[in-house]
């Protein structure tokens, strides 16, 4: 069978779920040869456990799989990681089932038994998107990606990006520290992206959610045999972030005999798969995050003193949301765009929401100030927020404040919130006034008004 030449355009990672070794390992070694980054797993629930910890620019998956299907994997990536792209392939081709995949979106569905240079011509397209990203991303300032990733403009964030934009650039280990919710995943994920090594890849494992027999396989990987059910070889983490970024999660978490193994890859640089006498030498930079004090587990003997100094190197602190009272109308007009479907009107916030979330102390931080918006414009339903939208938790605290205590400063929030709005929707479509004005649903002429109003003007761009 003849495949054209140089189909692809970038090198991309892609994940391919098949359970069937004599369809994958073909559809692998094709993938492979064209220059892209190729992981292979057998069965839905494996391809999830990847793609909770591993960023993708590409899955390709059967939708007939065993464990977890591919359409609930498809789900997951739209949920998760919208930008990854998705080809879904099939050997049942039934109507019902491809009209669904195409309402949601999919990027293509195969139908098996396809040809190869199918599949080649739908990752070649997939690889000219990723490359206009790319492009995108170098020709930006790296700082940009600091400031778009990490939402605020308090004194808090404020030296929290300068800090972040000093040690990006460094290979040096980094803590980040917080408390739960505080988004240290995502200053994680914006310090790679400000960095160098930011076309490797970017590979997450959380610490806690793996047993003290399994963390060691998952992070540096096994032989065929090395333990009861390793029917066949495994990389592990560290293999996958190879010249990149490896995030461990919740280190503060990893059991002591793992804590001795990656002590020994930070002091020399090399590590061992179970089950092989090998050392393998690895070019990864460590970023590190807890919601532990961890001088209290050093105290008390559960986080090695010598490896704590080797994850901190430098650290960073995510300041919780209560010490960033002013990012709150940025922060709720990013989730609201973000959560509000394409097409749709971007909602607004009645008075007395706003000032309920203005008095709530919000002890889950971002994360949990994310959700209440989320969820709040999943029952709105397009319109506006009222309390009632609210989560249970918030709506359970509307007793303890007074809306009308704070009128001028609502009146300030309000108006922020609504030229946040108005600058990410004008964004979203290029600065088209008409589609903007459609998308939000008021006409041109009030439109231009709030324009006005907020001194909102379309950006040069720089020769």
């Known amino acids: 069978m003849r495949m054209q030449e140089s189909i692809t355009s970038t090198a991309l990672d892609i994940l391919l779920v098949e359970d069937e070794a004599d369809i994958a390992d073909p559809i692998g070694e094709v993938l492979s040869s064209e220059g892209h980054r190729v992981c292979v797993e057998y069965d839905g629930r494996r391809g999830m456990e990847r793609l909770s910890g591993t960023r993708y620019d590409l899955i390709i998956s059967d939708v007939r799989l065993p464990e977890v299907d591919g359409l609930a994997l498809f789900d997951w990536v739209r949920e998760h990681t919208p930008e990854t792209a998705v080809i879904l392939m099939s050997a049942y081709g039934s109507i019902p089932e491809a009209v669904s995949t195409l309402r949601r979106s999919a990027v293509h569905y195969l139908h098996k038994p396809f040809e190869l240079d199918e599949l080649l011509g739908a990752v070649k397209q997939v690889g000219e998107r990723a490359l206009l990203r790319r492009g995108a991303m170098a020709s930006s300032d790296r700082d940009d990606v600091i400031d778009a990733v990490l939402i605020g403009a308090s004194p808090a964030m404020t030296a929290l990006k300068e800090r972040l934009r000093a040690i990006a650039d460094s290979d040096a280990p980094i803590l980040i520290h917080g408390e739960t919710g505080t988004g240290k995943d995502v200053a994680a994920r914006a310090i790679h992206e400000a960095s160098a090594r930011r076309k490797g890849p970017f590979v997450a494992v959380n610490c806690a959610a793996f047993p003290e027999t399994l963390i060691e396989s998952e992070l540096f990987g096994h032989e065929r045999g090395?333990?009861?059910?390793?029917?066949?070889?495994?990389?592990?983490?560290?293999?996958?972030?190879?010249?990149?970024?490896?995030?461990?999660?919740?280190v503060s978490e990893m059991p002591a005999s793992s804590q001795v193994k990656l002590l020994r890859v930070l002091q020399e640089g090399v590590f061992q798969p179970l089950g092989s006498n090998r050392d393998i030498a690895t070019d990864v930079r460590i970023l590190s995050a807890t919601n532990r004090d961890v001088r209290k587990l050093l105290e008390g003997g559960t986080f090695r003193e010598d490896l704590f100094y080797r994850v901190r190197v430098l650290d960073a602190h995510m300041p919780p949301l209560r010490a960033r009272q002013g990012d709150l109308p940025l922060l709720v007009g990013h989730f609201l765009a973000r959560y509000t479907p394409d097409g749709e009107r971007v909602p607004g916030l009645s008075p007395c929401a706003w000032a309920l979330l203005r008095e709530y102390v919000f002890p889950g931080n971002v994360r949990e100030l994310e959700h209440a918006i989320r969820h709040a414009v999943v029952l709105s339903r397009g319109d506006d927020i009222d309390v009632h939208h609210l989560p249970d938790e918030l709506r359970r605290h509307a007793s303890t404040w007074t809306p009308e205590s704070d009128a001028q400063s609502l009146a300030d929030a309000l108006a922020a919130c609504e030229r946040v709005v108005l600058v990410q929707t004008l964004e979203r479509v290029d600065w088209s006034r008409t589609r903007a004005a459609e998308r939000l649903q008021i006409s041109r002429k009030s439109l231009w008004e709030k324009l006005k109003k907020h001194g909102i003007t379309r950006p040069t761009r720089p020769d």
């Open 226 to 250: 090395a333990f009861t059910g390793a029917m066949q070889r495994r990389e592990g983490r560290f293999a996958a972030a190879q010249g990149g970024t490896l995030f461990l999660d919740e």
